[in-house]
């Protein structure tokens, strides 16, 4: 199966957000990947949980929430009634990562542990029994555009044989840098799930740049 693309909103255009998600959607994208950023916890401001609630009548993609604001746990339970399908709240940002994802899967909603490229996997192995999913942070979070951390990809892999040792179930998410160069080093040592937000909304043809990235994750190729 190939791997699930989540699009980044953060390099859409704003100004013509609706035809940006429709175009996506057609193209074969499964998710819609929405950063949320305070200023604090990463130096920009991006968008709030209200940007969650007016895409969701817009869209059938689930909703893929970053949240990389400081006390994520403040706005989890809007960001549910909002619509959000996956909550993602980094291991950095609260004292109380656990509490923070039981809150999530009470509500019935998916809940990710995120991690930044300095943490270890070792900082959330005590939560990824109860976790659907992981993001791998490829970059320093906080901007568009950077450039893909290879020294991450370890950490992918010592997540899927984590996995697999101890037969779980989560998804494995990356996010920051990934294009067509850099897709398969994630999908070879694990991922499964593809933030891709620059390389599919800058410059043209979206839709190509998705099919790209699918055919990339799929296992029938072998060499690229
Ligand atoms: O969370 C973040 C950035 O902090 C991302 O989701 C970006 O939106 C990814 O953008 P590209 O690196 O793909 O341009
Ligand atoms: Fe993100």
Not at 124 to 137: A, C, E, R, S
Not at 190 to 200: D, H, I, L, P
Request: aromatic share 6%.
């Amino acid at each position: 199966m190939a791997g699930i693309i989540a699009p980044s909103i953060l390099s859409a255009d704003y100004t013509n957000l609706e035809r940006d998600v429709k175009l996506v959607e057609e193209a074969g994208a499964e998710y819609l990947h929405i950063d949320i950023m305070d200023g604090s916890f990463v130096p920009a401001i991006s968008y709030g949980p209200n940007w969650v609630k007016q895409l969701r009548p817009e869209t059938n993609l689930k909703l893929d929430v970053h949240m990389m604001v400081v006390n994520p746990e403040k706005f989890i339970d809007q960001l549910c009634d909002n619509g959000a399908d996956i909550i993602g709240i980094h291991a950095e940002s609260t004292p109380h990562i656990y509490r923070a994802l039981q809150m999530i899967k009470d509500r019935g909603v998916k809940a990710e542990v995120v991690i930044n490229p300095g943490t270890p996997v070792s900082a959330i192995t005590p939560v990824l029994g109860m976790v659907d999913q992981v993001l791998v942070m490829t970059v320093n979070p906080g901007f568009g555009g950077q450039k893909f951390l290879p020294s991450t990809v370890d950490k992918i892999t010592q997540l899927d044989t984590y996995r697999s040792m101890n037969d779980l179930k989560f998804d494995i998410e990356v996010d920051g840098g990934i294009t067509d160069q850099t897709i398969r080093q994630a999908y070879e040592a694990g991922a499964n799930v593809f933030v891709a937000g620059s390389y599919v909304y800058d410059k043209k043809d979206p839709a190509a740049k998705i099919a790209r990235l699918k055919k990339l994750t799929s296992s029938a190729v072998v060499s690229e």
